[in-house]
């Protein structure tokens, strides 16, 4: 098996001053090598959250639960990351066996330093290179991610680049410490379509090349449709739907997963009216008790939909879904 | 009278950058655009960042320079040259044109209820004489975008995005204008947000005869919205048709190039995009000829040297691509 990070009942709790607030309840996934998974869902659902805490950069106050646990298989071993404590060890899956590019390039960059110079520093920390092969790697890496005149850009500030450039160049830096799993946070939110085209390609190329694993975290269905090998669906903090990219876009089970797709602007049909979920996703504070869902759902069978939390149910090997409809069927 | 609502004849926006007497260099960022935009109608508005789209929203109302050109305004009421309005006319057609913002969570102040949110344009603009008027005026408003008492009392902090974007559409509506320019007004938000507010827009529009200037980088948002459709490049108008006509058959090739970059829903239909390669041109250094020429996989030398024109068919469909016929021939959309 070529397992490369497994995930088991993540939950993670926040301390705030009106008490405990759940972002992440009993979360279970993994990631091969290789394999790219989408992780969709709306804003508040708990899609970054999860992912910070495979490299553990939750803020001080996140409470993760005694059975939560995040396994990394690198060279020398599993490693239990939630686990890690000093900045020594966490090193090893921050920028080291994980990197990660986030939603807004020119947030990332630091404004007054070169690009170069940031991307020589976190070589330096993550290898035992010296500085001239660690200049000549990065260069190398903006050059392989499709930068035209790499040297120059080099010693270039993140406000002289375009938003398809800098965006590029987060890839490739992300990309020199030869990391394991790449999770990338909406990397294509804040560019226009024939660059997000650009930028897609791009990435499929580069996991082709490298053989690594990424988290892809998006709210947009059709750039998951177009990379993931695999997508799982998040709302409120839980997973209510994982299975192969083609069963879940083609053959929804959930109902918010459906109502995700009928929301959908679709060029195929133009008559065809908007369907909108109905409602706003509630504050956390405010977790409905049962299926998180059920204040939105539009196919509620009976009471256990507001008091029971529905079970995995699995409608193929592959393909799972969190939903009383289907727990009825399979018993 | 025709039933032209807004018109913008060879309308350019240039802003003057760098200073001293051999650095002056005018960056065009709308470069010669006519447009049409008829009395009620959704007129959408596409292309990428850096395209002029918000420049030539914020000229119409008045809120960029106009350099050359002109727009002119006509509701049946009152008629307006935007070119040489008068302090007391453009008060007026503050009043008659307004704006959405992009993201709602920058466009309301932290610091005011909603009730005073929605208020604020009336007490500015002395639109209502009393207390109790602008009050009743801020709870039909906040009824039809789907506000409740409730929410009037609150601040903006304790809105979800959804929320927030009905509360900016309800105090753009509350001066009862005729023109409103939604710049990105849904792109900030969840799509099964989206959808509610478009459907919110639409319904208003049909409900107080509003004409709405939509700008958008989503060709699938504008497809399902807008009746009429404007694509620009660079400062420039490259294409604009009726919504049905242009996406059944595109003309220009940037035009053919956008529609193919948008990720297709299918898992099964990879990689068949026809990708545009490198970016949008510095608007201070732009091409010679067409201005798309750089990135157009169909460019020949005419292109390089000579710049197009909009040349329409009669049926509302106008294009500037110097080889829209032979291409439409030779690679049928």
Redesign the interface.
């Known amino acids: 098996m070529s397992g490369l990070i497994e995930v088991q009942n993540l939950t993670l709790q926040f301390r705030t001053d009106e008490g405990l607030i759940t972002a992440v309840d009993d979360v279970s996934f993994s990631v091969d090598k290789g394999e790219v998974m989408g992780l969709v869902g709306?804003?508040g659902s708990g899609k970054s959250v999860t992912a910070k805490s495979l490299m553990h950069l939750n803020a001080q106050n996140a409470v993760y639960t005694p059975e939560s646990k995040i396994t990394l298989h690198t060279d020398d071993g599993p490693v239990d990351v939630l686990s890690l404590k000093t900045p020594r060890e966490l090193n090893v899956v921050r920028g080291g066996a994980i990197s990660m590019i986030f939603q807004e390039p020119m947030a990332s960059f630091a404004p007054a330093i070169t690009i170069g110079k940031q991307m020589v520093e976190q070589l330096l920390l993550h290898s035992d290179m010296s500085k001239a092969q660690c200049k000549e790697v990065s260069v190398e890496m903006l050059d392989r991610v499709g930068i035209s005149d790499a040297g120059k850009r080099f010693n270039q500030y993140a406000f002289e680049l375009?938003?398809?450039?800098r965006q590029r160049a987060m890839i490739a830096m992300a990309l020199s410490t030869k990391p394991r799993l790449l999770i990338a946070d909406e990397p294509t939110t804040a560019l226009?379509?024939?660059?997000?085209?650009?930028v897609?390609?791009l990435m499929k190329d580069l996991v082709t090349e490298f053989g690594m694993g990424i988290i892809f975290i998006t709210?947009?269905?059709?750039?998951v449709?177009?990379t993931a090998d695999k997508v799982n669906v998040m709302y409120l903090g839980r997973m209510i739907e994982e299975g192969p990219?083609?069963e879940v876009?083609?053959n929804p089970k959930h109902p918010y997963t459906q109502?995700?797709?009928a929301?959908?602007?679709?060029?195929e049909d133009?008559d065809a009216?908007?369907?909108?979920?109905?409602g706003?996703?509630p504050s956390p504070l405010e977790r409905p008790s049962g299926c998180v869902f059920n204040t939105r759902c539009s196919q509620v069978v009976g009471d256990q939909c507001m008091s029971q939390l529905p079970r995995d149910v699995k409608v193929d090997p592959t393909h799972h879904v969190a939903c009383h409809i289907y727990s009825e069927a399979a018993e | 009278m025709t039933n032209t609502l807004i018109k913008a004849e060879g309308l350019s926006v240039g802003y003057q950058i760098g200073s001293g007497i051999f650095q002056k260099q005018i960056l065009k960022a709308v470069d010669n655009v006519t447009i049409e935009i008829e009395n009620g109608s959704f007129f959408g508005l596409v292309g990428e960042s850096g395209s002029g789209k918000t420049t030539l929203g914020m000229a119409l109302l008045k809120a960029a320079p106009i350099t050359s050109g002109g727009a002119h305004y006509s509701d049946g009421e009152v008629e307006y040259d935007l070119e040489n309005i008068s302090k007391d006319e453009l008060k007026d057609y503050r009043k008659r044109a307004q704006l959405i913002f992009q993201d709602p969570y920058a466009a309301l102040s932290p610091r005011m209820t909603v009730r005073d949110i929605i208020a604020e344009p009336l007490e500015v603009m002395g639109i209502t004489k009393s207390r109790q008027e602008t009050d009743n005026r801020v709870r039909e408003i906040a009824d039809k975008c789907r506000l409740n008492l409730e929410h009037l009392r609150r601040f903006p902090h304790a809105f979800s995005g959804g929320q927030r974007q009905r509360i900016s559409i309800a105090r753009a509506l509350v001066s009862a204008p005729k023109f409103i320019v939604a710049d990105e007004s849904v792109a900030a938000l969840d799509v099964s947000i989206q959808a509610d507010v478009l459907n919110l827009l639409k319904q208003i529009q049909d409900e107080m005869g509003l004409t709405f200037l939509f700008i958008s980088h989503d060709l699938s948002v504008v497809a399902h919205t807008c009746d009429h459709v404007a694509v620009m490049y660079l400062g420039r108008l490259v294409e604009t048709a009726p919504t049905r006509q242009l996406f059944a058959a595109p003309r220009h090739p940037y035009t053919k190039a956008l529609f193919s970059a948008i990720p297709s829903l299918d898992p099964d239909d990879r990689g068949k995009a026809q990708k545009l390669e490198g970016e949008i041109p510095s608007p201070t250094n732009q091409p010679s000829g067409c201005k798309f020429h750089t990135r157009c996989p169909h460019a020949i030398d005419v292109c390089k040297r000579d710049e197009p024109q909009l040349q329409g068919d009669g049926s509302g469909h106008e294009v500037s691509c110097h080889r829209w016929k032979e291409l439409m021939e030779a690679i049928p959309a």
């Open positions: 709306e804003s375009s938003g398809g450039m226009d379509v024939t660059i997000q085209a650009q897609i390609d709210h947009d269905l059709g750039v449709a177009q990219v083609r876009i083609k109502g995700l797709l929301a959908l602007p679709k060029l133009l009216s908007l369907t909108p979920v109905p706003d996703i």
